[in-house]
């Protein structure tokens, strides 16, 4: 009787001591980050990245900002959109004259020119607009851009690589491009990527643009090997230039607190007193914005024939008369405006060593990739999961 007693506790004790171990596996297991695994995205999330067809790329709004002065680069935007399909709102650009000297913050640095200055106002009218008008995300463009005719298959491999970079590609979310994030860089000139935390490749992207087309990035290359029609999606610490940038609501709010409101303790922490793109740039490494860009930059830019003083609205150009051109896409929308016009289904590339130097851009589609991290010293990189579209 005794020794029963005695030995019912023990196993009781023994199943109490197993189950604990197995609860104790379960909430170990699966490791995030642990295996390599393929992962194929639920109906739902799918049909989230079908939201960035539409007529806004998968975000509330689009604005551009654009100096009501300057109609020809608002020709070019209108036209542009509309051969891509999406639509275009616009914030006015900023005359340096038109401020007020009293509206300047008390930390904005005066070595910067005016209109840099101006350059900066009319980027926080945009986040005082997503803020006012309370929409979840927005795109900022300024007008000299130039996007691929196939920006919507672009965005929606980004939006695959962040989705998996967040954790997200598995889950419903407002947004497609997922919930948990600040800042999607789009377009920028130069990036610097956090090379602790896992990055995304995403190759056989044949709108990406070969090394030796990149124009100057002002920052170095990620020190992370890309093989060639390969982007890269990286959690980043800094960047430059702010051609096109996606900002969530709480992103907005946060960069119209910190360069306007009451920069507070931010200021005192990092110079948050320069130009709208460096202070963003810093915002990002500083941690107190998340962001996430593209390598290389999805979108470029374009030059309408003529002097290049056309060009900049910021900076001082000189005289000197040239073609139109495009830089930083494969297949510029800009370029190929007359083509698609004349009722081709054809575009072409911005060079003739193109891997596809004419493509019917119906061809070209969304691409997966692999979410990887960095090993130690001389290890190269490891793969943690694949994501395919
Ligand atoms: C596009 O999709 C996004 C995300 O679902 C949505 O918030 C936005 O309102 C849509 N835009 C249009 C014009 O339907
Ligand atoms: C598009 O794809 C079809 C079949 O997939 C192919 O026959 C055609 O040559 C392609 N066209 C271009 C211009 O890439």
Same mark, same amino acid.
């Given at each position: ?23 104790? =596996? ?11 695994? @393929? ?8 049909? $989230? =990245? ?12 689009? +604005? ?21 399909? +999406? ?5 006015? #650009? @900023? ?40 929409? &979840?995300?927005? !795109? ?46 789009? #377009? ?8 602790? @935390?896992?990055? +995304?490749?995403?190759? $056989?992207?044949? *709108? ?6 990149? =124009? ?35 992103? /907005? ?6 360069? *306007?409101?009451?920069? #507070?303790? =931010?200021?005192?922490? !990092? ?13 990002? &490494? ?14 470029? &830019? ?12 910021? $900076? ?10 495009? $830089? ?11 083509? !698609? ?20 851009? %119906?061809? !070209?589609?969304?691409?997966?990739? /692999? ?8 290890? #190269?990189?490891?793969?943690?999961? %694949?994501?395919?579209?």
């Amino acid at each position: 009787m005794i020794l029963n007693t005695v030995l019912q506790k023990r196993s009781v004790r023994r199943l109490l001591y197993i189950s604990g171990v197995i609860a104790i =596996l379960l909430l170990l297991w699966p490791l995030p980050y642990t295996q390599t695994t @393929v992962r194929k995205g639920p109906e739902s999330s799918r049909d $989230h =990245l079908q939201a960035i067809k539409n007529e806004t790329l998968g975000v509330q709004k689009i +604005f551009a900002i654009n100096l009501p002065s300057r109609l020809d680069k608002r020709d070019n935007l209108v036209l542009g959109s509309s051969i891509s399909d +999406f639509h275009i709102d616009w914030i006015d #650009g @900023v005359n340096p004259e038109e401020l007020n000297p009293k509206s300047f913050p008390y930390n904005w640095n005066r070595d910067h020119k005016p209109t840099e200055y101006a350059a900066r106002r009319a980027h926080m009218n945009g986040m005082q607009r997503i803020v006012s008008e309370r929409l &979840g995300s927005a !795109i900022i463009m300024e007008d000299d851009v130039d996007w691929d005719v196939t920006i919507k298959t672009q965005l929606q491999s980004f939006a695959l690589a962040v989705r998996a970079l967040q954790g997200a590609d598995q889950k419903a979310t407002a947004s497609p491009y997922g919930d948990d994030w600040d800042i999607l860089w789009l #377009g920028h000139c130069g990036v610097q990527c956090q090379t602790d @935390v896992p990055f +995304f490749l995403s190759p $056989h992207d044949p *709108s990406v643009l070969p090394p030796h087309h990149f =124009l100057p990035y002002w920052r170095d290359p990620p020190p992370i090997e890309i093989p060639s029609h390969t982007r890269l999606a990286c959690t980043i610490s800094d960047a430059v230039c702010s051609i096109v940038y996606a900002v969530s609501y709480r992103g /907005a709010q946060k960069i119209l607190s910190a360069l *306007s409101v009451n920069p #507070g303790d =931010l200021a005192q922490k !990092i110079d948050i007193g320069a130009q709208f793109d460096v202070s963003l740039g810093r915002m990002c &490494g500083n941690g107190y914005l998340q962001c996430f860009a593209a390598f290389p930059s999805l979108t470029g &830019g374009y030059h309408a024939a003529g002097p290049s003083s056309k060009a900049s609205d910021i $900076h001082d150009e000189n005289e000197d008369i040239h073609p139109a051109s495009s $830089h930083g896409v494969m297949y510029s929308t800009m370029l190929n405006i007359n083509r !698609i016009l004349s009722g081709d289904n054809t575009v072409v590339a911005n060079w003739e060593d193109a891997a596809i130097p004419t493509v019917n851009p %119906a061809n !070209i589609s969304m691409v997966g990739g /692999a979410m990887h991290m960095l090993g130690g010293e001389e290890e #190269g990189m490891y793969t943690l999961a %694949a994501v395919n579209p």
